[in-house]
Protein backbone atom coordinates (compact mmCIF):
# COMPACT_ATOMS: atom_id res chain seq x y z
CA UNK A 1 0.00 0.00 0.00
CA UNK A 2 2.47 2.78 1.39
CA UNK A 3 4.63 1.16 -2.18
CA UNK A 4 1.72 2.25 -3.98
CA UNK A 5 1.48 5.70 -2.31
CA UNK A 6 4.82 6.00 -2.81
CA UNK A 7 5.02 5.59 -6.48
CA UNK A 8 2.26 7.76 -7.51
CA UNK A 9 3.56 10.49 -5.90
CA UNK A 10 6.55 10.29 -8.00
CA UNK A 11 4.40 9.68 -11.41
CA UNK A 12 3.12 13.42 -10.40
CA UNK A 13 6.52 14.93 -10.05
CA UNK A 14 6.81 14.82 -13.90
CA UNK A 15 3.93 15.66 -15.06
CA UNK A 16 4.11 18.65 -12.87
CA UNK A 17 7.39 19.49 -14.28
CA UNK A 18 6.23 18.69 -17.96
CA UNK A 19 2.82 21.09 -17.47
CA UNK A 20 5.08 24.24 -15.91
CA UNK A 21 7.26 23.68 -18.64
CA UNK A 22 4.75 24.03 -21.37
CA UNK A 23 2.89 26.49 -19.86
CA UNK A 24 6.24 28.56 -19.93
CA UNK A 25 6.55 27.79 -23.12
CA UNK A 26 3.09 29.01 -24.37
CA UNK A 27 3.58 32.10 -22.43
CA UNK A 28 6.52 33.19 -24.70
CA UNK A 29 5.22 32.63 -27.89
CA UNK A 30 2.56 35.32 -27.09
CA UNK A 31 3.01 38.72 -27.94
CA UNK A 32 4.29 41.07 -25.25
CA UNK A 33 4.30 41.32 -21.75
CA UNK A 34 2.83 42.40 -18.62
CA UNK A 35 4.64 45.62 -19.12
CA UNK A 36 3.72 46.47 -22.73
CA UNK A 37 0.46 47.73 -21.45
CA UNK A 38 2.43 50.95 -20.09
CA UNK A 39 4.43 51.38 -23.23
CA UNK A 40 2.10 53.72 -24.22
CA UNK A 41 1.98 55.73 -20.94
CA UNK A 42 3.65 59.13 -21.29
CA UNK A 43 4.73 59.31 -17.76
CA UNK A 44 6.67 55.89 -18.04
CA UNK A 45 9.93 56.38 -19.84
CA UNK A 46 11.80 53.05 -22.10
CA UNK A 47 14.68 53.22 -19.39
CA UNK A 48 12.06 52.86 -16.57
CA UNK A 49 10.30 50.05 -18.77
CA UNK A 50 13.56 48.58 -19.36
CA UNK A 51 14.56 48.23 -15.98
CA UNK A 52 11.20 46.99 -14.96
CA UNK A 53 11.51 44.05 -17.55
CA UNK A 54 15.28 43.28 -16.08
CA UNK A 55 13.61 43.32 -12.75
CA UNK A 56 11.25 40.68 -13.14
CA UNK A 57 13.43 38.70 -15.78
CA UNK A 58 10.99 39.14 -18.88
CA UNK A 59 14.36 40.75 -20.80
CA UNK A 60 15.71 36.82 -20.69
CA UNK A 61 14.82 34.18 -23.26
CA UNK A 62 11.61 31.57 -21.84
CA UNK A 63 13.71 29.00 -20.51
CA UNK A 64 16.35 30.92 -18.91
CA UNK A 65 12.99 32.38 -17.04
CA UNK A 66 12.03 28.84 -16.33
CA UNK A 67 15.04 28.00 -14.92
CA UNK A 68 14.69 31.02 -12.45
CA UNK A 69 10.79 29.48 -11.42
CA UNK A 70 12.06 26.17 -10.64
CA UNK A 71 14.90 27.01 -8.91
CA UNK A 72 12.59 29.37 -6.74
CA UNK A 73 9.96 26.86 -6.97
CA UNK A 74 12.05 23.67 -5.47
CA UNK A 75 12.39 26.29 -2.41
CA UNK A 76 8.78 26.76 -1.96
CA UNK A 77 8.90 30.04 -3.47
CA UNK A 78 6.31 30.57 -6.16
CA UNK A 79 7.65 34.11 -6.80
CA UNK A 80 5.38 37.67 -6.66
CA UNK A 81 2.67 38.63 -8.56
CA UNK A 82 3.22 41.47 -10.99
CA UNK A 83 -0.32 42.20 -11.19
CA UNK A 84 -1.48 41.67 -7.62
CA UNK A 85 1.97 43.10 -5.62
CA UNK A 86 1.63 40.03 -3.43
CA UNK A 87 3.21 36.72 -3.32
CA UNK A 88 1.53 34.08 -5.37
CA UNK A 89 1.24 31.09 -2.60
CA UNK A 90 -1.23 34.05 -0.35
CA UNK A 91 -3.35 34.51 -3.52
CA UNK A 92 -3.55 30.91 -4.43
CA UNK A 93 -4.55 30.18 -0.66
CA UNK A 94 -7.19 32.96 -1.14
CA UNK A 95 -9.08 31.67 -4.33
CA UNK A 96 -8.13 27.94 -3.93
CA UNK A 97 -10.62 28.17 -0.37
CA UNK A 98 -12.92 29.32 -2.63
CA UNK A 99 -12.77 27.16 -5.71
CA UNK A 100 -12.44 24.18 -2.63
CA UNK A 101 -16.04 25.73 -0.88
CA UNK A 102 -17.83 25.47 -4.57
CA UNK A 103 -16.75 22.41 -5.77
CA UNK A 104 -17.19 21.09 -2.19
CA UNK A 105 -21.17 22.60 -2.56
CA UNK A 106 -21.59 20.95 -5.80
CA UNK A 107 -21.08 17.38 -4.69
CA UNK A 108 -23.27 17.62 -1.70
CA UNK A 109 -25.73 19.10 -3.85
CA UNK A 110 -24.78 16.05 -6.26
CA UNK A 111 -24.85 13.50 -4.03
CA UNK A 112 -28.22 14.52 -1.68
CA UNK A 113 -30.25 15.17 -4.68
CA UNK A 114 -28.90 12.23 -6.91
CA UNK A 115 -29.14 8.87 -4.86
CA UNK A 116 -32.71 9.60 -3.64
CA UNK A 117 -33.98 10.13 -7.55
CA UNK A 118 -32.00 7.52 -8.77
CA UNK A 119 -33.37 5.01 -6.03
CA UNK A 120 -37.49 6.45 -6.67
CA UNK A 121 -36.70 5.65 -10.21
CA UNK A 122 -35.02 2.67 -10.00
CA UNK A 123 -38.39 1.54 -7.64
CA UNK A 124 -40.78 2.93 -9.62
CA UNK A 125 -39.74 2.07 -13.08
CA UNK A 126 -41.47 3.03 -15.95
CA UNK A 127 -43.80 4.79 -14.12
CA UNK A 128 -43.77 8.70 -14.72
CA UNK A 129 -41.39 9.35 -11.56
CA UNK A 130 -38.94 7.08 -13.58
CA UNK A 131 -39.70 8.95 -16.71
CA UNK A 132 -39.44 12.06 -15.15
CA UNK A 133 -35.72 11.48 -14.11
CA UNK A 134 -34.74 10.23 -17.32
CA UNK A 135 -35.74 13.69 -17.98
CA UNK A 136 -33.38 15.89 -15.80
CA UNK A 137 -30.44 13.24 -16.66
CA UNK A 138 -31.04 14.00 -20.22
CA UNK A 139 -30.83 18.25 -19.52
CA UNK A 140 -28.15 17.50 -17.07
CA UNK A 141 -25.58 15.72 -19.49
CA UNK A 142 -27.08 17.59 -22.98
CA UNK A 143 -26.56 20.96 -21.86
CA UNK A 144 -23.45 22.10 -21.90
CA UNK A 145 -22.26 23.97 -18.60
CA UNK A 146 -21.92 27.56 -20.12
CA UNK A 147 -25.23 27.76 -21.41
CA UNK A 148 -26.81 26.24 -18.33
CA UNK A 149 -24.44 28.98 -16.54
CA UNK A 150 -25.65 31.71 -18.72
CA UNK A 151 -29.16 30.55 -18.56
CA UNK A 152 -29.21 30.28 -15.13
CA UNK A 153 -27.69 34.23 -15.45
CA UNK A 154 -30.47 35.26 -17.27
CA UNK A 155 -32.93 33.56 -14.40
CA UNK A 156 -31.10 35.05 -11.84
CA UNK A 157 -31.26 39.10 -13.55
CA UNK A 158 -35.21 38.54 -14.21
CA UNK A 159 -36.05 37.04 -10.88
CA UNK A 160 -33.63 39.12 -8.81
CA UNK A 161 -33.63 36.18 -6.41
CA UNK A 162 -29.87 35.67 -6.54
CA UNK A 163 -27.00 38.19 -6.88
CA UNK A 164 -26.37 37.93 -10.42
CA UNK A 165 -22.37 37.40 -10.18
CA UNK A 166 -19.25 37.96 -7.63
CA UNK A 167 -18.94 37.85 -4.01
CA UNK A 168 -19.22 40.03 -0.86
CA UNK A 169 -14.86 38.88 -0.33
CA UNK A 170 -12.00 37.61 -2.50
CA UNK A 171 -10.13 37.03 0.51
CA UNK A 172 -9.81 34.19 2.58
CA UNK A 173 -12.29 33.76 5.34
CA UNK A 174 -11.25 33.11 8.39
CA UNK A 175 -12.53 31.05 11.42
CA UNK A 176 -12.89 34.58 13.12
CA UNK A 177 -15.03 35.88 10.36
CA UNK A 178 -17.63 33.55 10.17
CA UNK A 179 -20.51 35.22 11.90
CA UNK A 180 -24.00 34.56 10.66
CA UNK A 181 -24.73 37.73 8.66
CA UNK A 182 -21.10 37.07 6.50
CA UNK A 183 -22.23 33.46 6.41
CA UNK A 184 -25.68 33.58 4.80
CA UNK A 185 -24.57 36.03 2.49
CA UNK A 186 -21.33 33.73 1.10
CA UNK A 187 -24.65 31.16 1.11
CA UNK A 188 -26.50 33.57 -1.21
CA UNK A 189 -23.61 34.39 -3.47
CA UNK A 190 -23.10 30.53 -3.46
CA UNK A 191 -26.16 28.99 -4.45
CA UNK A 192 -27.06 29.42 -8.07
CA UNK A 193 -23.52 28.61 -9.31
CA UNK A 194 -23.12 25.62 -7.25
CA UNK A 195 -26.37 24.30 -8.66
CA UNK A 196 -25.08 25.10 -12.04
CA UNK A 197 -21.92 22.97 -11.68
CA UNK A 198 -23.75 20.11 -9.63
CA UNK A 199 -25.83 19.90 -12.54
CA UNK A 200 -24.01 17.43 -14.78
CA UNK A 201 -22.66 15.14 -11.80
CA UNK A 202 -26.47 15.01 -10.42
CA UNK A 203 -27.31 13.59 -13.66
CA UNK A 204 -24.79 10.86 -13.93
CA UNK A 205 -24.84 9.75 -10.73
CA UNK A 206 -28.62 9.47 -10.48
CA UNK A 207 -28.09 7.47 -14.01
CA UNK A 208 -26.03 5.24 -12.70
CA UNK A 209 -27.71 4.41 -9.23
CA UNK A 210 -30.84 3.93 -11.04
CA UNK A 211 -28.75 1.18 -13.33
CA UNK A 212 -27.14 -0.54 -10.50
CA UNK A 213 -30.12 -0.62 -8.03
CA UNK A 214 -32.31 -2.16 -10.95
CA UNK A 215 -29.32 -4.94 -11.93
CA UNK A 216 -29.25 -5.72 -7.89
CA UNK A 217 -33.16 -6.14 -7.69
CA UNK A 218 -33.27 -8.98 -10.42
CA UNK A 219 -30.49 -10.40 -8.18
CA UNK A 220 -31.43 -13.83 -7.10
CA UNK A 221 -30.49 -13.26 -3.10
CA UNK A 222 -33.28 -10.04 -3.74
CA UNK A 223 -35.76 -12.45 -5.12
CA UNK A 224 -35.21 -14.98 -2.38
CA UNK A 225 -35.07 -12.20 0.24
CA UNK A 226 -38.68 -11.67 -1.07
CA UNK A 227 -39.43 -15.37 -0.96
CA UNK A 228 -39.26 -15.27 3.01
CA UNK A 229 -42.00 -12.59 2.87
CA UNK A 230 -39.73 -9.52 3.78
CA UNK A 231 -41.18 -6.05 2.91
CA UNK A 232 -40.57 -4.57 -0.06
CA UNK A 233 -38.50 -1.63 1.96
CA UNK A 234 -37.07 -4.28 3.76
CA UNK A 235 -35.39 -5.73 0.35
CA UNK A 236 -34.30 -2.20 -1.03
CA UNK A 237 -32.81 -1.31 1.81
CA UNK A 238 -31.39 -3.76 4.13
CA UNK A 239 -30.33 -6.30 0.65
CA UNK A 240 -29.97 -4.18 -2.37
CA UNK A 241 -29.59 -0.80 -1.56
CA UNK A 242 -25.94 -1.91 0.27
CA UNK A 243 -24.73 -3.31 -2.80
CA UNK A 244 -25.94 -1.54 -5.60
CA UNK A 245 -24.80 1.96 -3.50
CA UNK A 246 -20.76 0.40 -3.50
CA UNK A 247 -19.76 0.80 -7.03
CA UNK A 248 -20.59 4.12 -6.83
CA UNK A 249 -17.76 5.17 -4.18
CA UNK A 250 -15.37 4.64 -7.47
CA UNK A 251 -16.16 7.47 -9.36
CA UNK A 252 -16.83 9.46 -6.02
CA UNK A 253 -12.88 10.36 -7.04
CA UNK A 254 -13.96 11.47 -10.32
CA UNK A 255 -16.82 13.40 -9.76
CA UNK A 256 -14.21 15.68 -7.52
CA UNK A 257 -11.95 15.85 -10.36
CA UNK A 258 -14.76 16.99 -12.66
CA UNK A 259 -16.44 19.38 -10.46
CA UNK A 260 -12.95 20.92 -9.99
CA UNK A 261 -12.31 21.37 -13.25
CA UNK A 262 -16.02 22.31 -14.27
CA UNK A 263 -15.23 25.10 -11.38
CA UNK A 264 -12.98 26.83 -13.63
CA UNK A 265 -15.53 28.02 -16.36
CA UNK A 266 -18.13 28.41 -13.90
CA UNK A 267 -15.61 30.50 -11.64
CA UNK A 268 -15.63 32.85 -14.62
CA UNK A 269 -19.28 33.13 -15.64
CA UNK A 270 -20.45 34.20 -12.34
CA UNK A 271 -17.79 35.93 -11.38
CA UNK A 272 -16.57 33.59 -8.61
CA UNK A 273 -13.08 34.76 -6.97
CA UNK A 274 -11.67 31.05 -7.16
CA UNK A 275 -8.69 29.51 -8.56
CA UNK A 276 -10.08 29.70 -12.14
CA UNK A 277 -11.42 32.95 -12.05
CA UNK A 278 -7.44 33.77 -10.91
CA UNK A 279 -6.47 32.01 -13.93
CA UNK A 280 -7.75 34.39 -16.60
CA UNK A 281 -7.06 36.99 -14.93
CA UNK A 282 -3.68 36.21 -14.72
CA UNK A 283 -3.50 35.07 -18.33
CA UNK A 284 -5.22 38.47 -19.62
CA UNK A 285 -2.64 40.43 -17.37
CA UNK A 286 0.47 38.29 -18.61
CA UNK A 287 1.30 37.85 -15.41
CA UNK A 288 3.20 34.88 -16.00
CA UNK A 289 4.15 33.41 -12.72
CA UNK A 290 1.10 33.78 -11.47
CA UNK A 291 -0.35 31.49 -14.96
CA UNK A 292 2.25 28.88 -14.31
CA UNK A 293 1.69 28.72 -10.33
CA UNK A 294 -2.42 28.33 -10.95
CA UNK A 295 -2.14 25.85 -14.29
CA UNK A 296 0.50 23.51 -11.83
CA UNK A 297 -2.15 23.84 -8.96
CA UNK A 298 -5.26 22.68 -10.68
CA UNK A 299 -3.43 19.81 -12.26
CA UNK A 300 -2.09 18.82 -9.19
CA UNK A 301 -5.80 18.76 -7.69
CA UNK A 302 -6.94 16.87 -10.59
CA UNK A 303 -4.63 13.80 -10.08
CA UNK A 304 -5.45 14.07 -6.54
CA UNK A 305 -8.77 13.72 -7.81
CA UNK A 306 -8.02 10.42 -9.83
CA UNK A 307 -5.60 9.45 -6.89
CA UNK A 308 -8.56 9.40 -4.71
CA UNK A 309 -10.82 7.43 -6.99
CA UNK A 310 -7.84 4.67 -7.37
CA UNK A 311 -7.75 4.54 -3.98
CA UNK A 312 -11.72 3.95 -3.70
CA UNK A 313 -11.72 1.86 -6.19
CA UNK A 314 -9.69 -0.36 -4.68
CA UNK A 315 -11.07 -0.30 -1.14
CA UNK A 316 -14.65 -0.91 -2.49
CA UNK A 317 -13.49 -4.18 -4.49
CA UNK A 318 -11.89 -6.87 -2.95
CA UNK A 319 -11.20 -7.85 -6.40
CA UNK A 320 -8.84 -4.87 -7.20
CA UNK A 321 -5.58 -5.01 -5.44
CA UNK A 322 -2.80 -1.88 -5.74
CA UNK A 323 0.28 -2.83 -7.34
CA UNK A 324 3.06 -3.19 -4.46
Known amino acids: MWTYLFQRLLHMIPILIG ?5 F ?60 KIPVSELIVMRLWNTFVLALA ?12 GIWAAVRKDSWVD ?12 IPEIL ?21 SNRYIGVEDWDAARV ?10 ALVLAASSLAGIMRQMRSNLL ?25 ALRNAI ?43 RLVVATVVMATGLLMVGNFIADLLLAWSDPRIRLRE
Open 25 to 84: LLMSLTPGDYYSKLENNPQITKEKLTQLRAKAHLDRPWYVRYGYWMKDALRGDLGYSLEY
Open 246 to 288: NPLLTIFGYSLAGLLSGAFIIENIFSWPGLGRLTLEALTSQDY
Open 215 to 239: DTLRADYVTAARARGLSEGWVVGKH
Open 184 to 193: LNRLHHLTLP
Open 131 to 142: RGCAMIAFLGLS
Open 148 to 168: LGLMALLFAYASGWFPVSGVE
Open 106 to 117: ALLIAWLVALPL
Open 19 to 23: VSLLT
